[in-house]
């Protein structure tokens, strides 16, 4: 049985990440600080060592470097809470097996272990490979579509980009709010500093005070070391809390506290910490219909709405699904290590019938097991999962635009969807652009 050093100073994630790693028949030690990781090395061999690369009492990268000079065959895994290229650049630069960022999924951990450990642990000149290949490739996964809805994101994130103004980003689940999210920070004065993505809804009300502010050594039971909250952590860059709405109206109060003042104080510090950073937020619910039934903040809702971006839905895009598509293919290729070439046009048929309601969460999914699965040059609809042979008549309709019947709802519904863009409209409704502008005059739409 493979023996894996888990060193991570987060209690709760680290429990649970020992619990799936021992359900998946891995050896797991814990250490919580670098001095109990040094001690816990001392004493035995380890296959692995899956590591954080913020530690209460140490730089992630010296310490990795430290045990890479007392064991330079045990493979060593970077877990990072910030999406930064340069750092994981210089972690794999300094002996890094791999890096994983979090938010990270089960599989994602358990191929990243797979793979650094049946990978030899080579010089530096073979090194430098997968540090040309690994961030270049997937480091940016903001996709530049075709569609009008995509051109007119692109259009807002550039605009915004460059200011300082808190951004709420809306939209449905699954539509790629923190892709977004990084994508502004990426263009922003900010970018050459920390990009910090926060799950409210993953976060007790209880916690909420210590995950954003931090805390002090004994502040309140299970504090065994100071904590550095998200705030400061992300000072001078940017900080994305997703889901919002789904705060408690105390954590929203504490949070409009520290938006008004930027000042923030940890748990069981009298010593306030100056903070500078740059807020942007995301909700796939209506905020300002929370806002009227008392259940967020009209001033908070303010303070974090200085502009608004809409993330459309995979629906609102249909000209960029492919694009999509391949884009998860080859990234899917590049994780399982496979050669798939693309979709056979079978597939990209029922891709197109399909109506996402998972949105690219979804679509990046079903890209991925459709490559583990297949065998072969191209994917092929018997490796795709059930739901796609079943497509509702109330789905097919939303995809259909029809001039035979309620032909003046399908007009106003086509223009809708390509924001008034009456040549794409056009192309929705099967007509030519000139009969569509005398369907117009006959309707007296504006």
């Known amino acids: 049985m493979s023996k894996i050093l888990l060193i991570e100073d987060d209690i709760s994630f680290c429990k649970l990440l020992e619990k799936f790693l021992i359900k998946k028949e891995y050896q797991v030690s814990i250490a919580f600080s670098a001095a109990e990781a040094r001690l816990a090395v001392k004493k035995e061999f380890f296959n692995l060592i899956l590591m954080d690369i913020r530690l209460p009492d140490s730089d992630g990268i010296g310490l990795m470097t430290e045990f890479k000079n007392s064991n330079p065959d045990t493979p060593i895994i970077l877990m990072t809470g910030y999406s930064d290229v340069n750092t994981a650049v210089k972690a794999i630069k300094n002996g890094a097996a791999d890096y994983i960022s979090k938010p990270f999924n089960p599989d994602e951990v358990l191929l990243v272990i797979t793979n650094a450990m049946q990978i030899p642990q080579e010089t530096s000149p073979s090194k430098e490979k997968i540090i040309d290949k690994k961030p270049k490739e997937f480091n940016n996964e903001f996709v530049k579509g075709i569609s009008v809805a995509s051109k007119k994101l692109l259009d807002h994130i550039q605009l915004v980009s460059p200011t300082d103004m808190s951004v709420l980003i809306i939209g449905e689940s699954g539509t790629g709010k923190e892709i977004i999210a990084k994508s502004i920070h990426q263009q922003s004065n900010r970018k050459n500093s920390n990009f910090i993505a926060v799950d409210c809804g993953a976060i007790p009300k209880e916690l909420a005070a210590s995950e954003f502010f931090g805390h002090l050594k004994g502040s309140f039971t299970g504090a065994i070391s100071d904590k550095i909250g998200y705030f400061e952590a992300a000072n001078g860059g940017t900080l994305f809390l997703d889901e919002i709405g789904n705060l408690s109206y105390e954590n929203q109060i504490q949070l409009l506290r520290a938006l008004q003042e930027r000042k923030i104080k940890p748990v ?33 809702y303010h303070r974090i709405n200085e502009f608004s971006i809409l993330s459309p839905s995979l629906t609102d895009r249909g000209e960029d699904l492919m694009i999509f598509a391949d884009y998860f293919l080859e990234k899917a290729n590049h994780q399982l290590n496979k050669e798939v070439i693309g979709f056979s046009p079978e597939v990209i048929a029922i891709f197109q019938k399909y109506n996402w309601p998972g949105n690219l969460r979804e679509l990046q999914n079903c890209v991925k097991r459709a490559t583990l699965l297949t065998r072969s040059d191209y994917i092929e609809s018997d490796v795709l999962p059930a739901e796609f042979f079943h497509v509702q008549k109330q789905q097919q309709s939303n995809e259909t635009f029809s001039l035979s019947e ?22 929705l409704l099967k007509i030519t652009r000139k009969t569509l502008y005398n369907k117009l005059k006959h309707y007296k739409i504006d």
């Open 268 to 300: 069981g510090s009298n010593k306030e910490i100056n903070v500078d950073i740059r807020i942007i937020t995301a909700t796939n619910e209506d905020l300002r219909e929370a806002v009227k039934n008392g259940d967020f903040r009209e001033d908070l």
């Open 406 to 427: 309620n032909e003046r709802e399908a007009i106003i519904q086509a223009l809708s969807r390509t924001q008034n863009n009456k040549s794409e409209a056009a192309k």
